[in-house]
């Protein structure tokens, strides 16, 4: 009869360190969830935070490919305009024959501006006479 009596110690004895091993657990569990739930809410502000600096530096990412974009455009129709201007003039010997032209108007142009500054310093000197 004595080893029945020490089964039933052991057994309740079990029971109690079950019921007490259920009790830590869910001690433990409730510390978590308070923590945890203090922790979402601060992982929340920090996901804010960095999801706000993300699309700052989007937005910003953004703005320099538009602008970027924007001049490629501009120095791509501006070599369109020259490719056609040169389209237009034919070929190089047409050039050539202009760069002449012009470098002859500008020699004329020149003679004229020599011409017309001494004339001025001849009316100069006739109004310092006078």
Avoid at 10 to 25: D, K, Q
Avoid at 60 to 82: F, G, H, M, P
Avoid at 84 to 95: Q, V
Wanted: aromatic share 8%; with cysteine.
């Amino acid at each position: 009869m004595r080893g029945g009596g020490g089964n039933k110690k052991v057994l309740v004895s079990f029971v109690v360190l079950m019921f007490l091993g259920i009790a830590v657990y869910f001690w433990l569990w409730t510390i978590d969830y308070r923590v945890s739930s203090d922790e979402t809410e601060l992982i929340r502000q920090q996901f804010d935070l960095a999801n706000r600096e993300a699309m700052d530096e989007s937005a910003e990412w953004r703005l320099k490919y538009d602008v970027e974009a924007e001049r490629s455009t501009k120095c791509v129709n501006e070599l369109n305009q020259i490719k056609g201007s040169l389209e237009e003039d034919g070929n190089a010997a047409n050039i050539n024959l202009k760069l002449v032209m012009l470098q002859k108007e500008n020699v004329a142009l020149a003679e004229q501006i020599e011409a017309l500054k001494q004339e001025l310093e001849t009316e100069k000197l006739k109004c310092r006479l006078q």
